[in-house]
């Protein structure tokens, strides 16, 4: 380990030593001597990243080179290392989130569509094998709690989604959502306003997801809006049952892909139901066993399914 900004100087230490592995933290702060503008600039981040990228080459070296991002996520200052370098890899979580998330956005060598779940802990970061049962609680059962199968790349993740819907004497009502597009809820509940009539119009609105796990896809829709539902009703869902489905504007509950993968995901934790398009129903039903499917056509049939009369 060497507290260096100079990139001749670095260069030297790779020569001396000649390592497996190096890491560069960040580029923003190494700068070269003939290169007459400030460390982080355009100038100096492309070429202290063009000479680390032949380094690397030429002594068969693995490097990671480490950009500093700013508080929305994006790569603060220039872009152009994301164009020079091999892969692109971002590690995502919250600040007091337990679990941490390495994703691949570029990788010209393979495939982007895997992710390391990992477990923040005192002697560091610990690879999680199982990530699904980490992220589902005990009381599954609670109005207002819905098991959403959703996918990061190629890995089922089942997590647990929690809705709470409150009437509230201030106007405007408020929409707080954790971990997942307000604007993505502030739409659903217009679907269930408009379609189901639920007098939601007057109701506070959280909305949160165990374990800091961000949801962005649309298979979450239908999950989301049963959660708010059963919220608003107070009513338990059925036991052991996932939901997913993409909700339309007209309540219309959409097909969505790798549902075998969800289904057999929850199959595996044990669970018994599962409540999902009629389009992935027909195409499913004959081929899965061992675990209850329901097609829903619309997010009605999806609320009646999911929360059947006593």
């Known amino acids: 380990m060497v507290s260096e900004t100079n990139l001749e100087t670095i260069e030297t230490h790779i020569t001396n030593s000649k390592p497996d592995l190096l890491v560069i933290d960040s580029i923003q702060t190494i700068f070269r001597p003939d290169v007459q503008s400030a460390p982080g600039s355009v100038s100096q981040v492309r070429e202290c990243s063009v000479e680390l990228l ?26 152009v290392l994301e164009h020079i370098v091999d892969t692109v890899l971002y590690f995502e979580g919250e600040r007091n989130a337990e679990y941490r998330v390495l994703r691949a956005v570029k990788n010209r060598f393979g495939s982007t569509n895997e992710l390391g779940l990992f477990e923040m802990r005192d002697a560091g970061l610990v690879d999680v094998p199982d990530a699904s049962k980490l992220f589902l609680s005990d009381r599954e059962n609670d109005s207002g709690t819905v098991i959403i199968p959703t996918v990061e790349g190629t890995r089922p993740l089942l997590v647990e989604l929690q809705a709470l819907v409150a009437p509230t004497p201030y106007v405007p009502p408020r929409r707080t959502a954790d971990s997942v597009d307000i604007k993505r809820i502030q739409l659903l509940l217009a679907v269930l306003e408009k379609r189901v009539h639920l007098q939601v119009g007057a109701c506070d609105v959280y909305v949160k997801v165990a374990g800091g796990i961000r949801i962005d896809e649309p298979a979450a829709d239908l999950g989301i809006c049963v959660a708010m539902a059963s919220s608003f009703a107070n009513r338990s869902l059925r036991p052991k049952t996932i939901v997913f489905g993409e909700v339309g504007l007209s309540g219309e509950v959409r097909a969505v892909g790798q549902a075998d993968i969800r289904i057999n995901e929850a199959k595996r934790l044990g669970f018994e139901h599962v409540i999902l398009p009629m389009k992935n129903y027909r195409q499913l039903a004959s081929d899965i066993s061992g675990i209850r499917l329901y097609g829903a056509e619309t997010i009605r049939d999806a609320l009646r399914l999911a929360m059947p009369k006593e």
Do not use: E, S
Request: zero cysteines; a positive charge.
């Open 54 to 79: 032949r380094i690397a080459k030429t002594n068969g070296i693995a490097a990671f080179v480490i950009g500093h991002v700013t508080k929305d996520g994006t790569l603060a200052g220039p872009r």
